[in-house]
């Protein structure tokens, strides 16, 4: 089935550490989209992307990077400059500017500090 | 700027009663398209409708229903004779309609139904 997958679920980042928090959708999609949801808040966007070797930031981009060198992947590392990255981080993806079409989401990845 | 205000915090009700959440949005473009996820327990987030500001007219989908006014720059959402399985958190989004834009969302702060047996 076509979807997108965000792996790990869980994720543990020591003090000064970088970590990449993968996304890969197989839905043919241009565009895709990184997030961020804390307890009790919506959901903030980090990046964007809407087509290859191209990227956009969104609301909260410092403190994280991202590339997207394939149209299937979109890589978020978040960088030690991120003080406070302890949150759950969402991937998303739609078809492109062509409308307003509905974002379809990966199933997250929990970001915790040890 | 663009916002969007889902006042109820959490909601909870008992298995079978109707229930109304409720999404105000501030937008200064003409054009625009509302949404409605679910984000169940499990994390991801569930399309379940989307509207354009030229289309006023209410929608139903089995228990779901959605009133859209735009004089009151409202998109309410409402489940009738709720389940178990309803809970969740609901998320109302808004975003522009620049075509050749990407679609970014300005997102609700969610409201936490939990339907009771």
């Known amino acids: 089935d076509g979807g997108i997958t965000q792996s790990p679920k869980y994720l543990f980042r020591k003090e000064g550490q970088n970590v990449t928090l993968s996304c890969e959708q197989n839905?043919?999609?241009?565009?895709m989209y990184w997030y961020r949801q804390d307890p009790g808040q919506g959901l903030r966007l980090i990046y964007y992307?809407?087509?290859?070797?191209?990227?956009q930031k969104g609301d909260i981009a410092e403190g994280y990077s991202v590339s997207r060198e394939k149209k299937e992947s979109f890589p978020l590392t978040v960088t030690s400059a991120q003080k406070n990255p302890t949150a759950f981080y969402l991937c998303?993806?739609?078809?492109?500017?062509?409308?307003?079409?509905?974002?379809?989401f990966g199933d997250g990845t929990r970001l915790s500090i040890l | 700027a663009q916002k969007v205000t889902q006042a109820q915090t959490e909601i909870s009700v008992v298995e079978k009663e109707d229930v109304t959440l409720d999404c105000v949005y501030e937008?200064?473009?003409?054009?625009?398209?509302l949404f409605w996820y679910k984000q169940p327990p499990s994390g991801e987030l569930v399309f379940l409708i989307r509207?354009?500001?030229?289309?006023?007219q209410n929608e139903i989908s089995g228990r779901y229903s959605w009133n859209f006014q735009k004089s009151t720059s409202s998109f309410n959402f409402t489940i009738t004779a709720s389940q178990v399985v309803d809970s969740a958190v609901y998320f109302c989004?808004?975003?522009?309609?620049?075509?050749?834009?990407?679609?970014?969302?300005?997102f609700g702060k969610g409201t936490k139904l939990t339907v009771n047996p």
């Open positions: 509207r354009n500001s030229f289309d006023e």
């Open positions: 937008t200064r473009d003409t054009t625009y398209y």
């Open positions: 839905l043919n999609h241009d565009a």
């Open positions: 992307s809407q087509i290859v070797n191209d990227f």
């Open positions: 989004a808004l975003s522009e309609a620049t075509y050749g834009a990407s679609e970014k969302l300005v």
């Open positions: 998303a993806s739609s078809p492109g500017p062509r409308g307003n079409q509905p974002q379809h």
